[in-house]
């Protein structure tokens, strides 16, 4: 459990550290048609 937590906590970091201006388009669209989804 403790691992699945590290890793977990590991892998929100790289995210984090990822959202640059490359990322952050390609997130909003993804959340953009998500949203869109949910709403029909």
């Given at each position: ?18 959202n640059t201006s490359i990322y952050n388009p ?15």
């Amino acid at each position: 459990m403790r691992k699945l937590l590290c890793c977990f906590s590991f892998y929100k970091a790289t995210t984090i550290s990822r959202n640059t201006s490359i990322y952050n388009p390609i997130r909003k669209n993804v959340a953009a048609v998500y949203n869109k989804q949910n709403f029909i």
